[in-house]
Structures are given as C-alpha cells and as structure tokens.
C-alpha cells in the first residue's frame, strides 16, 4: 500500500493559481498511473487529471489548458498546477495511486476559489 499526502490548497480569488503537491510513500512503479480528482459536496469524485510513467497525461475537459499534472519520479512527488482558477473549481482535490486494480488515495486538500 502506498501512502499519499496532499499539500497546497487554499483560498485564491478566481483567476488565480495554485500548487497541489502529492508526496507518495513506498515503491512507486512506473507503471503506475498517478491522478489527481475533485470531490464537490453530494457529488461523485471526478478525475482531474492523471499521468502514468511515461508522462503520458489525461485531464478532464473543464480543466484543460489551465491545469498541469507532473510528477517527479525520484522525489515520489505528483504536482498539480492549477492557473485561471474558477469558483467551480472548488472542492477537496485528492491525490490517488493506480496500480491495476487498486487504488490508493490521499485525505485531501481543500481548494476554494471565490468569485
């Protein structure tokens, strides 16, 4: 099992950027797909964005062209920079792990975006 810690959300005005930041514990295989979803109140937990170990990337459509997935292999480190934010952007951002058919997830970070 892989442990995952989120860092970097807040309170930013709409427009404004921010940096989550995803620290895993463990053996993170390449073949491993790192992702980042948002949960809003009464609402499903939607992908966001994910990438796998070959920096192959897939984002959702309402965030693409504003967010950017990364991770830094050696750091075990999975970043999400999120510009042009939206006040529908907010909710709690979790960072989770894709190893076949398991996933790991972190508790969370709380991004609000005010207009």
């Known amino acids: 099992q892989v442990q995952l810690v989120e860092s970097g959300g807040g309170s930013v005005q709409a427009g404004g950027s921010l940096r989550l930041s995803c620290a895993a514990s463990?053996?993170?295989?390449?073949?491993?797909?790192m992702g980042w979803y948002l949960q809003t109140p009464g609402q499903q937990r939607e992908l966001v964005a994910i990438?796998?170990?070959?920096?192959?990337?897939t984002y959702a459509e309402s965030v693409k062209g504003r967010f950017t997935i990364s991770r830094d292999n050696a750091k075990n480190m999975v970043y999400l920079q999120m510009n042009s934010l939206k006040p529908e952007d907010t909710g709690v951002y979790y960072c989770?792990?894709?190893?076949?058919?398991?996933?790991?997830w972190g508790q969370g970070t709380q991004v609000t975006v005010s207009s």
């Open positions: 989770a792990h894709h190893r076949g058919p398991s996933t790991d």
């Open positions: 463990g053996t993170i295989f390449s073949t491993d797909v």
């Open positions: 990438i796998n170990g070959y920096d192959t990337t």
